[in-house]
């Protein structure tokens, strides 16, 4: 190798300089302080309860790490709590927005208006509408930020909240706020949220939890996060957000969960006001048969499934790394999620879904009707 | 000079013919998707392939999506990295110099010619996509439909996919400059490819790796399938924007390099 | 190819270029090191207006390492270079048009044809008037014995067409000055003919030509004058008349030295068999002497070195041998 000599050591050096220049750029960038605002926790909660009808648009990535050890039913939840997820979300008001989930080769849009909402497939070249369940699966579009930070202060008490600080993201102020469950039922540790100092909305959630023997959680990392990416809070058109369906495609309507749906379940005992300490609540339009317990963001789901359905979902949850089983059934916890098959001494089987402890589960399992169903 | 490039680029017969290879993974797909008529299920194979089944419109794009993970960069790298190398190999680097044909004048010539190859190969791959596309599956009366399910007029329809074009090409020509930059380190052309090649699988590579997550954005692959965002209704222009700077950045680096080593290196071939 | 070449301040920094008006190539101190060894060692080289000039030197002495300094291709280490008044390589954009090269091998575009090669060569660089392109193409290869080759891609050419295409590119642009690394490598013996021939007729219009080479005999009937290089050092640098001047002996061609020896006594310089080396600068006075003594003598001629002999006694020795020091990468 010839000496470097002084005309080659000055190219070389102008190169360096320009490498440098350009790889120092987007972390001075990232590094703009965030300016913090002397704004308390219950101020906040109350900004973002307040948000629903704040006009904006914005590109969120969700992440999960969360391992659903489901592979034959229920994938979707399975990939939305598991896997990265894009969506880009146009938001007029809750009545209509849309969100699409953005993959490499096409994506899913759901259009919400005034009666139901339009799903469309590009890769099916599929369009399905349905009106609005009371309850149903969770969706992508459930996990953008503004939503699930309205979803989880909602019925969160003040004193379960604390500051914490301030960040930029997506460009903006964010304050932030600690959720801490109270309910020891509760598998959540924590809750990180930042909020738009001027505006309200939620730009980032960090839900942190499970216990470390749960699967899927690594400790000091959040088991679900979600956060805007870009948000622009000037009010989307209304041709963005309304759907027709395309020439040519499939146009199917959606009926609702048929597990959810409890007029195709069999006759069931009542479920009782109160399951392991958790109240039963009254939510709208649910059936009767399926159960909703629990206060903020302790939520436990009860509902009664045909045993064939059930005979499945056993089968994926018994060979799943970190289940239990015992007589009352078999569950499993990844992450903050709970999840269960229970078995009732005649064969009624129940579906029990929350953020929840294993304990809960196993304590709620004791305390399930015994009576009915044919199994 | 840059004249000169262009008529031993072009006059040159390994050109056309890697250029004709890589339109023909293309254009069979195209054939074996017609006679079985079995598109990829949602969520696998190229972009676009689902779709060109009820409306050929979209083969320039599925052709594109093609060749763009291996085929593309492969007939880049080639043709960039035989730029400098293949000159020392052959022995007319020497002549070239001593003509002179200045040595920063060389290598911008050298650039736009690979510039010039990657551009006709893709408007190539592109308008061959075409015809296959509107022999093979016919067009679409009714207009061909987004990812969000809008409609597109055919002017707009050629409008996006003359950008996906130049997004495409912009993208190669980081191969190109990865190519160029090996090709004036070494007088092995081959060396060169398959050096450029190894940076581009490394980063493919990476990019699928979790543990590689925080310098995935600077991944010189990262934003090329983003021309698909184009088809979105609203187009999203984040990923193609910084697919444009991103490359740009490696395009300035790599050039800088590859001046400041040629420049000043001896050419002893 | 801007910039300064010279990085002197140290000790040994190179003096200006001597030159006289007539100066085409002048180095001053040419060095060039890789890493540890020196392929060109502080050379002074000097050739002038009208000289066809022959570098000579065993394989590895550092030749074609000086060619590429001289035209700009390896940077030096050390020291100066002027061509045509010109420094190089800094004035390179103006000096090298006027410079006709064949550097080692001939080289080409395989696919195209000889043709189309040079008038990509000339389109590449200044200096080439595109108008009188096609014109001096034609007459070029002409003038290289190429004329009728027609349009068959260089692939197609026999190792000596190759080589007249390559001087064939040298020659495109008229230079004043050609250098020439063995040039008539790969030519049969008509070939070699043709191209002495063609280098003598263009010296004759003015063109100097520089040519490296290894083979003397070629140098001894080209050249006027000669440098020779041993291991990166000028060894020798003169011109070939003043080099192979008489000895002020002459030679003399007799079965009989005996007899030369009992009559020329202490003027025998040297026995060789039949030829005697004897002191004394006028053979008719030597002849006179032995033939008047009855010695028969076959032959005379005044005693002058041969190039091969001058070499030899200046080099000292191949350098493609690797004694110690000379190390690796000599062989440049």
Same mark, same amino acid.
């Given at each position: 190798?010839?000496?470097?000599?002084?005309?080659?050591?000055?190219?070389?050096?102008?190169?360096?300089?320009?490498?440098?220049?350009?790889?120092?750029?987007?972390?001075?960038?990232?590094?703009?302080?965030?300016?913090?605002?002397?704004?308390?926790?219950?101020?906040?909660?109350?900004?973002?309860?307040?948000?629903?009808?704040?006009?904006?648009?914005?590109?969120?990535?969700?992440?999960?790490?969360?391992?659903?050890?489901?592979?034959?039913?229920?994938?979707?939840?399975?990939?939305?709590?598991?896997?990265?997820?894009?969506?880009?979300?146009?938001?007029?008001?809750?009545?209509?927005?849309?969100?699409?989930?953005?993959?490499?080769?096409?994506?899913?849009?759901?259009?919400?208006?005034?009666?139901?909402?339009?799903?469309?497939?590009?890769?099916?070249?599929?369009?399905?509408?349905?009106?609005?369940?009371?309850?149903?699966?969770?969706?992508?579009?459930?996990?953008?930020?503004?939503?699930?930070?309205?979803?989880?202060?909602?019925?969160?008490?003040?004193?379960?909240?604390?500051?914490?600080?301030?960040?930029?993201?997506?460009?903006?102020?964010?304050?932030?706020?600690?959720?801490?469950?109270?309910?020891?039922?509760?598998?959540?540790?924590?809750?990180?949220?930042?909020?738009?100092?001027?505006?309200?909305?939620?730009?980032?959630?960090?839900?942190?939890?499970?216990?470390?023997?749960?699967?899927?959680?690594?400790?000091?990392?959040?088991?679900?996060?979600?956060?805007?990416?870009?948000?622009?809070?000037?009010?989307?058109?209304?041709?963005?957000?309304?759907?027709?369906?395309?020439?040519?495609?499939?146009?199917?309507?959606?009926?609702?969960?048929?597990?959810?749906?409890?007029?195709?379940?069999?006759?069931?005992?009542?479920?009782?006001?109160?399951?392991?300490?958790?109240?039963?609540?009254?939510?709208?339009?649910?059936?009767?048969?399926?159960?909703?317990?629990?206060?903020?963001?302790?939520?436990?789901?009860?509902?009664?499934?045909?045993?064939?359905?059930?005979?499945?979902?056993?089968?994926?949850?018994?060979?799943?790394?970190?289940?239990?089983?015992?007589?009352?059934?078999?569950?499993?916890?990844?992450?903050?999620?709970?999840?269960?098959?229970?078995?009732?001494?005649?064969?009624?089987?129940?579906?029990?879904?929350?953020?929840?402890?294993?304990?809960?589960?196993?304590?709620?399992?004791?305390?399930?009707?015994?009576?009915?169903?044919?199994? | 000079?840059?004249?000169?490039?262009?008529?031993?680029?072009?006059?040159?017969?390994?050109?056309?013919?890697?250029?004709?290879?890589?339109?023909?993974?293309?254009?069979?797909?195209?054939?074996?998707?017609?006679?079985?008529?079995?598109?990829?299920?949602?969520?696998?194979?190229?972009?676009?392939?689902?779709?060109?089944?009820?409306?050929?419109?979209?083969?320039?794009?599925?052709?594109?999506?093609?060749?763009?993970?291996?085929?593309?960069?492969?007939?880049?790298?080639?043709?960039?990295?035989?730029?400098?190398?293949?000159?020392?190999?052959?022995?007319?680097?020497?002549?070239?110099?001593?003509?002179?044909?200045?040595?920063?004048?060389?290598?911008?010539?050298?650039?736009?010619?690979?510039?010039?190859?990657?551009?006709?190969?893709?408007?190539?791959?592109?308008?061959?996509?075409?015809?296959?596309?509107?022999?093979?599956?016919?067009?679409?009366?009714?207009?061909?439909?987004?990812?969000?399910?809008?409609?597109?007029?055919?002017?707009?329809?050629?409008?996006?996919?003359?950008?996906?074009?130049?997004?495409?090409?912009?993208?190669?020509?980081?191969?190109?400059?990865?190519?160029?930059?090996?090709?004036?380190?070494?007088?092995?052309?081959?060396?060169?490819?398959?050096?450029?090649?190894?940076?581009?699988?490394?980063?493919?590579?990476?990019?699928?790796?979790?543990?590689?997550?925080?310098?995935?954005?600077?991944?010189?692959?990262?934003?090329?399938?983003?021309?698909?965002?184009?088809?979105?209704?609203?187009?999203?222009?984040?990923?193609?924007?910084?697919?444009?700077?991103?490359?740009?950045?490696?395009?300035?680096?790599?050039?800088?390099?590859?001046?400041?080593?040629?420049?000043?290196?001896?050419?002893?071939? | 190819?801007?910039?300064?070449?010279?990085?002197?301040?140290?000790?040994?920094?190179?003096?200006?270029?001597?030159?006289?008006?007539?100066?085409?190539?002048?180095?001053?101190?040419?060095?060039?090191?890789?890493?540890?060894?020196?392929?060109?060692?502080?050379?002074?080289?000097?050739?002038?207006?009208?000289?066809?000039?022959?570098?000579?030197?065993?394989?590895?002495?550092?030749?074609?390492?000086?060619?590429?300094?001289?035209?700009?291709?390896?940077?030096?280490?050390?020291?100066?270079?002027?061509?045509?008044?010109?420094?190089?390589?800094?004035?390179?954009?103006?000096?090298?048009?006027?410079?006709?090269?064949?550097?080692?091998?001939?080289?080409?575009?395989?696919?195209?044809?000889?043709?189309?090669?040079?008038?990509?060569?000339?389109?590449?660089?200044?200096?080439?008037?595109?108008?009188? !392109?096609? *014109?001096? $193409?034609?007459? #070029? @290869?002409?003038?290289?014995? &190429?004329?009728?080759? /027609?349009? +068959?891609? =260089?692939?197609?050419?026999?190792?000596?067409?190759?080589?007249?295409?390559?001087?064939?590119?040298?020659?495109?642009?008229?230079?004043?000055?050609?250098?020439?690394?063995?040039?008539?490598?790969?030519?049969?013996?008509?070939?070699?003919?043709?191209?002495?021939?063609?280098?003598?007729?263009?010296?004759?219009?003015?063109?100097?030509?520089?040519?490296?080479?290894?083979?003397?005999?070629?140098?001894?009937?080209?050249?006027?004058?000669?440098?020779?290089?041993?291991?990166?050092?000028?060894?020798?640098?003169?011109?070939?008349?003043?080099?192979?001047?008489?000895?002020?002996?002459?030679?003399?061609?007799?079965? !009989?030295? *005996?007899? $030369?020896?009992? #009559? @020329?006594?202490?003027?025998? &310089?040297?026995?060789? /068999?039949? +030829?005697? =080396?004897?002191?004394?600068?006028?053979?008719?006075?030597?002849?006179?002497?032995?033939?008047?003594?009855?010695?028969?003598?076959?032959?005379?001629?005044?005693?002058?070195?041969?190039?091969?002999?001058?070499?030899?006694?200046?080099?000292?020795?191949?350098?493609?041998?690797?004694?110690?020091?000379?190390?690796?990468?000599?062989?440049?």
């Amino acid at each position: 190798m010839p000496l470097l000599r002084p005309r080659s050591a000055l190219r070389w050096s102008l190169v360096g300089l320009l490498v440098l220049l350009l790889a120092a750029l987007p972390s001075l960038v990232g590094r703009l302080p965030a300016a913090d605002a002397d704004r308390s926790a219950a101020d906040l909660r109350a900004a973002v309860l307040a948000s629903g009808d704040v006009a904006f648009s914005g590109y969120a990535q969700s992440a999960g790490g969360l391992t659903l050890p489901l592979t034959d039913t229920f994938t979707g939840i399975a990939d939305l709590f598991s896997d990265r997820a894009t969506m880009r979300t146009w938001y007029r008001s809750a009545q209509d927005w849309r969100t699409d989930v953005v993959t490499a080769t096409g994506e899913t849009g759901t259009h919400r208006d005034a009666t139901g909402t339009w799903t469309w497939q590009y890769e099916d070249d599929e369009a399905t509408r349905a009106r609005v369940f009371p309850l149903s699966l969770p969706i992508a579009p459930d996990l953008l930020p503004s939503d699930l930070g309205r979803r989880l202060l909602s019925q969160a008490a003040d004193d379960e909240l604390t500051r914490t600080g301030a960040e930029r993201i997506a460009g903006r102020d964010a304050l932030g706020l600690r959720l801490v469950p109270a309910d020891v039922a509760s598998s959540v540790s924590h809750v990180d949220l930042w909020v738009d100092a001027a505006t309200g909305v939620t730009l980032r959630v960090e839900v942190f939890g499970g216990d470390a023997s749960a699967v899927g959680v690594v400790t000091g990392e959040p088991a679900l996060s979600t956060g805007f990416l870009d948000v622009d809070f000037t009010e989307p058109a209304a041709s963005v957000t309304a759907f027709t369906p395309p020439p040519g495609a499939d146009v199917e309507t959606d009926e609702g969960l048929p597990v959810l749906d409890g007029g195709r379940t069999p006759d069931q005992s009542p479920l009782p006001a109160e399951l392991a300490g958790l109240p039963r609540q009254d939510v709208e339009g649910v059936e009767r048969s399926v159960g909703v317990y629990g206060r903020g963001i302790t939520q436990l789901v009860v509902v009664p499934i045909p045993g064939r359905f059930a005979d499945r979902l056993r089968g994926q949850l018994d060979v799943a790394p970190g289940a239990v089983l015992d007589d009352l059934g078999v569950r499993l916890s990844a992450g903050p999620l709970g999840l269960m098959i229970a078995t009732g001494p005649r064969g009624a089987t129940y579906l029990l879904a929350g953020t929840v402890t294993s304990e809960t589960l196993a304590s709620v399992a004791g305390q399930l009707p015994t009576t009915g169903g044919r199994g | 000079m840059i004249a000169v490039e262009l008529v031993k680029l072009f006059r040159r017969p390994r050109t056309w013919v890697t250029i004709a290879l890589l339109n023909a993974l293309p254009v069979l797909v195209a054939v074996l998707l017609a006679l079985t008529d079995l598109g990829p299920r949602p969520g696998e194979g190229p972009a676009f392939l689902s779709a060109v089944l009820t409306n050929g419109n979209l083969y320039p794009l599925a052709a594109l999506a093609i060749v763009l993970p291996l085929f593309l960069p492969i007939a880049v790298a080639v043709v960039a990295g035989d730029s400098v190398a293949g000159e020392a190999q052959g022995g007319t680097l020497r002549y070239l110099l001593a003509r002179p044909a200045g040595r920063t004048r060389l290598l911008v010539a050298k650039l736009v010619a690979a510039f010039v190859f990657v551009l006709v190969a893709v408007v190539v791959v592109a308008a061959v996509g075409y015809v296959t596309g509107s022999v093979l599956f016919g067009v679409a009366p009714t207009g061909t439909t987004t990812f969000s399910g809008t409609t597109l007029s055919s002017q707009q329809i050629v409008v996006r996919t003359l950008l996906a074009i130049g997004y495409v090409t912009f993208s190669m020509l980081g191969v190109a400059a990865f190519a160029l930059f090996f090709s004036t380190l070494t007088d092995s052309p081959l060396g060169a490819t398959l050096g450029a090649l190894a940076v581009l699988i490394t980063s493919s590579l990476l990019f699928t790796l979790d543990a590689a997550s925080s310098i995935a954005p600077y991944l010189p692959t990262r934003y090329w399938l983003s021309y698909v965002d184009l088809f979105r209704d609203p187009i999203l222009w984040r990923d193609i924007v910084r697919g444009v700077g991103l490359q740009a950045v490696y395009l300035v680096v790599l050039l800088g390099a590859s001046w400041a080593n040629f420049t000043t290196k001896d050419v002893t071939s | 190819m801007t910039g300064a070449l010279t990085t002197t301040g140290t000790p040994g920094a190179a003096p200006p270029v001597r030159r006289s008006a007539t100066t085409v190539i002048g180095t001053s101190n040419l060095r060039k090191r890789y890493g540890a060894v020196h392929a060109v060692d502080g050379i002074d080289l000097d050739v002038r207006a009208g000289d066809v000039y022959g570098f000579l030197g065993a394989n590895g002495s550092g030749k074609t390492t000086t060619v590429r300094m001289l035209l700009g291709l390896v940077l030096a280490t050390e020291g100066e270079i002027e061509l045509l008044g010109e420094p190089m390589p800094r004035a390179g954009r103006r000096v090298l048009p006027r410079v006709g090269a064949l550097i080692e091998n001939p080289a080409h575009y395989g696919h195209l044809s000889g043709r189309v090669n040079l008038t990509l060569l000339d389109a590449a660089g200044p200096g080439g008037d595109r108008r009188t !392109r096609a *014109d001096r $193409v034609s007459a #070029v @290869l002409e003038q290289v014995g &190429l004329g009728a080759v /027609g349009r +068959r891609p =260089v692939k197609a050419y026999s190792l000596g067409m190759r080589q007249r295409l390559g001087l064939a590119g040298a020659l495109l642009r008229r230079p004043e000055l050609l250098v020439l690394d063995e040039p008539t490598n790969g030519l049969d013996p008509q070939g070699i003919h043709e191209i002495r021939d063609l280098l003598l007729e263009l010296n004759r219009t003015g063109t100097t030509v520089f040519l490296s080479s290894h083979l003397l005999a070629e140098v001894e009937q080209l050249c006027t004058r000669v440098g020779v290089l041993d291991r990166g050092r000028l060894v020798l640098q003169d011109e070939l008349a003043t080099l192979t001047a008489p000895t002020g002996a002459t030679l003399v061609q007799t079965p !009989r030295p *005996d007899l $030369v020896h009992r #009559v @020329l006594g202490g003027r025998v &310089l040297r026995v060789d /068999g039949e +030829r005697v =080396v004897v002191h004394g600068a006028d053979p008719a006075e030597v002849n006179a002497a032995l033939v008047g003594a009855g010695v028969p003598v076959t032959g005379l001629e005044l005693e002058r070195p041969s190039l091969e002999e001058v070499v030899l006694a200046a080099a000292s020795s191949s350098a493609d041998r690797v004694d110690g020091a000379a190390g690796r990468g000599a062989g440049r």
